[in-house]
């Protein structure tokens, strides 16, 4: 049985990947920062308890501001691959956070490599690496983008990101680590956080069409990006660490969409005009904006058989599904009484 270890794996993604490969025979563990609250309500319904003669989810307390406690985590676990998620991954948040946004994302994942090869160079045995990229690395770089294309970042996130594949390219290279930089473009699922711009969407569709609230606010409506389903792209990631040797893959769509776009699609499934709650925040702009993203995966088709199974609009539509039965159960505790605590948002 292989064995994977998964940083955040409490995420979007880090779900998805779960899921995919308990179905594929794995034991699968996951690194999770310790806090007073739990954060796990995208893995529940694959835990069972460690006890338990059938489980094959264990979670191991980590964090990627400590190299060494990740290199514990790794002697405990001896794991076949790992798989790096984590991150501070919100664009936004990282113009206000820089120093903790490229301490976790790009420091981090130099701390992961070095404890791999130190690790490796103890025991003998090759780890397989799954670096996350992210398409924001190519920025204002003009569409169509694939591995070719010049990186050019626009915000601490992306920077962040630069540093990291950088920094798997050389533990490739100078020591024959076996590491893949996947650089996914925009990948959503009812399951992603709802400060980012679809979710936020989804939510406030299923929430106006209960009359639990009237009005969204957003930034740039003009901006494109290349939107796939995140169960989708997690095969990929998988298919990465089968292949032969290491490579760099673009894994992507090859369509993009404007925000307007995804607000017509969104509110037009619930029946609603989006221009009668859509308001303009100037606050939600980003002090530097990426207008537009489309990404090549030609070679991810070529080498790693590997090709999206769900379009925008399939997409769009199990998000709005989804969220239009979170608010009528929102709706329905509120005509029972009960106050819902909902979560500030303060950035979109």
Same mark, same amino acid.
């Given at each position: ?23 594929? $025979? ?17 893995? +529940? ?17 980590? /964090?990627?501001? *400590?190299?060494? *406690? ?165 095969? *990929? ?6 292949? +032969?040797?290491? /490579? ?5 769509? $090859? ?40 990404? /090549? ?25 989804? /969220?239009? +039965? ?21 950035? $979109?």
């Amino acid at each position: 049985m292989k064995k994977a270890l998964i940083t955040g794996i409490t995420g979007q993604d880090g779900s998805y990947l779960a899921e995919l490969l308990l179905e594929k $025979g794995y034991e699968v563990h996951g690194v999770i920062r310790r806090a007073s609250t739990f954060n796990t309500d995208r893995i +529940d319904h694959l835990y069972r308890d460690p006890h338990d003669e059938d489980a094959k989810l264990f979670l191991h307390y980590g /964090d990627l501001a *400590a190299g060494a *406690a990740f290199l514990r985590v790794l002697e405990k676990v001896e794991p076949d691959e790992v798989y790096n998620l984590a991150a501070q991954s919100h664009v936004r948040v990282s113009f206000d956070q820089p120093e903790y946004t490229c301490d976790v994302v790009a420091t981090g994942a130099l701390r992961v490599f070095q404890a791999v090869l130190d690790y490796g160079k103890a025991t003998g045995r090759q780890v397989r690496v799954y670096q996350a990229g992210s398409s924001e690395m190519f920025g204002a770089s003009p569409p169509p983008q694939n591995e070719s294309t010049p990186f050019h970042p626009r915000s601490p996130y992306a920077v962040a990101k630069v540093a990291a594949h950088g920094f798997a390219v050389n533990y490739r290279e100078a020591y024959g680590l076996f590491v893949c930089n996947g650089i996914l473009f925009n990948h959503e699922s009812p399951r992603r956080g709802e400060t980012f711009v679809t979710r936020k969407v989804t939510r406030a569709v299923g929430r106006i069409a209960q009359g639990l609230q009237d009005t969204l606010y957003l930034g740039n409506l003009d901006a494109r990006r290349d939107w796939g389903f995140a169960g989708d792209f997690v095969e *990929a990631m998988w298919r990465m660490l089968r292949a +032969d040797s290491p /490579d760099d893959y673009v894994i992507a769509t $090859g369509e993009s969409h404007s925000i307007r776009e995804l607000l017509d699609l969104a509110f037009g499934l619930a029946g609603l005009d989006w221009q009668e709650h859509v308001r303009f925040d100037p606050r939600l702009k980003r002090p530097t904006e990426v207008d537009d993203l489309r990404g /090549d995966a030609n070679r991810a088709r070529q080498k790693l058989g590997w090709r999206p199974q769900v379009d925008f609009p399939e997409l769009v539509r199990r998000m709005v599904e989804h /969220d239009l +039965d979170l608010a009528r159960q929102e709706a329905a505790l509120r005509a029972a009484g009960h106050s819902p605590i909902l979560r500030s948002v303060i950035h $979109g």
